[in-house]
């Protein structure tokens, strides 16, 4: 069974920072890409941003390019998110997650989520 655990929501002032880790588990963590995603009170989810199996590739959303960085570690099995110049409109649930199949880039489906880490910026 794939479990995706996040950590390291809190609440922080605005143009502050956070890490977010999301520890992985039942799946073979090192071929499969991760994601992390933010869903806001009211909002839909939205994909924040993506990681190759390596590590080599990422991806972010246009919101958080510049300010976020996406990395993991295969022998932690362990996916992060480093949010640096936080924002008000940065206020979430930030979730992790990861895709069945291997080796599509970019990734379309995401099958399996976490619970989410909550993040609140204060102005």
């Known amino acids: 069974q794939v479990q995706l655990v996040e950590s390291g929501g809190g609440l922080v002032q605005a143009g502050g920072s956070l890490r977010l880790s999301c520890a992985a588990s039942g799946l073979p963590f090192s071929i499969h890409a991760m994601g992390w995603f933010r869903q806001a009170p009211g909002k839909e989810r939205e994909f924040v941003a993506a990681i190759s199996r390596s590590g080599g590739t990422t991806s972010y959303a246009d919101s958080v390019k510049g300010r976020f960085t996406i990395s993991r570690d295969n022998a932690l099995n362990t996916v992060y998110l480093h949010m640096n110049t936080l924002k008000p409109d940065d206020t979430a649930n930030y979730y992790c997650?990861?895709?069945?199949?291997?080796?599509?880039?970019?990734?379309?489906?995401?099958?399996?989520w976490g619970q989410g880490t909550q993040v609140t910026v204060s102005s």
């Open positions: 997650a990861a895709p069945n199949r291997v080796g599509d880039w970019p990734i379309r489906i995401w099958d399996y």
